[in-house]
T-cell receptor
């Protein structure tokens, strides 16, 4: 597509439930990033996919968080047993070549609220 | 998580005024990017600077990269209400060019 598409745009879930967030990157972009943005916290890196390489999972805050990228395109971020502190905006970005010099194109994000 | 320092945190000005926001680090960047984010949207890339002392202009916006590549500034001339948003800087460090380090941003409000 023309841009990075994320769904859903808003998600309200009960504490303890699992959620899946989807990201459809720009066609041809080999790099895909997930970030979390909370008020006053800035953008927090979660995970990075580059082509067929093993993902960089160093930013995932706990083992309740996981992500996959199928066929080098669509990515899903899964949060198991959600907690209230997981409430945030989850942003996906893609980039060509995995080089930051090209800049990231972000989606509009998924606003997750855990009640 | 290492952050870049951005200042000021908040800025409210009248239409037509000039302003400058800053992005600082104690470490040397290999490159630095500026983004603008509007409510309910993801950040949008404005510019990437790579060379120390580099100056780039985008209409009324002027971006400067410090000679030592440790700091950057964004100057807006004759601000307009459409410039309202959160301005974020993000840098990459030598040896780790695949993950950007982000500042907390400067929230700018331009009042008509």
């Amino acid at each position: 597509g023309a841009g990075v598409s994320q769904s859903p745009s808003n998600k309200v879930t009960e504490k303890g439930k699992d959620v899946e967030l989807r990201c459809d990157p720009i066609s041809g972009h080999t790099a895909l990033y997930w970030y979390r943005q909370s008020l006053g916290q800035g953008l927090e890196f979660l995970i990075y996919f580059q082509g067929n390489s093993a993902p960089d999972k160093s930013g995932l805050p706990s083992d309740r968080f996981s992500a996959e990228r199928t066929g080098g395109s669509v990515s899903t971020l899964t949060i198991q047993r959600t907690q209230q502190e997981d409430s945030a905006v989850y942003l996906c970005a893609s980039s060509s070549g995995g080089r930051e010099l090209y800049g990231y194109t972000f989606g509009s994000g998924t606003r997750l609220t855990v009640v | 998580t290492q952050l870049l320092e951005q200042s000021p945190q908040f800025l409210s000005i009248q239409e037509g005024e000039n302003l400058t926001v800053y992005c600082n680090s104690s470490s040397v960047f290999s490159s630095l990017q500026w983004y603008r984010q509007e409510p309910g949207e993801g950040p949008v890339l404005l510019v990437t600077v790579v060379t120390g002392g580099e100056v780039k202009k985008l209409k009324r916006l002027t971006f400067q990269f410090g000679d030592a590549r440790k700091d950057s500034s964004l100057h807006i001339t004759a601000a307009q209400p459409g410039d309202t948003g959160l301005y974020l800087c993000a840098g990459s460090y030598p040896g780790n060019n695949r993950k950007l380090i982000w500042g907390l941003g400067t929230s700018l409000a331009v009042n008509p």
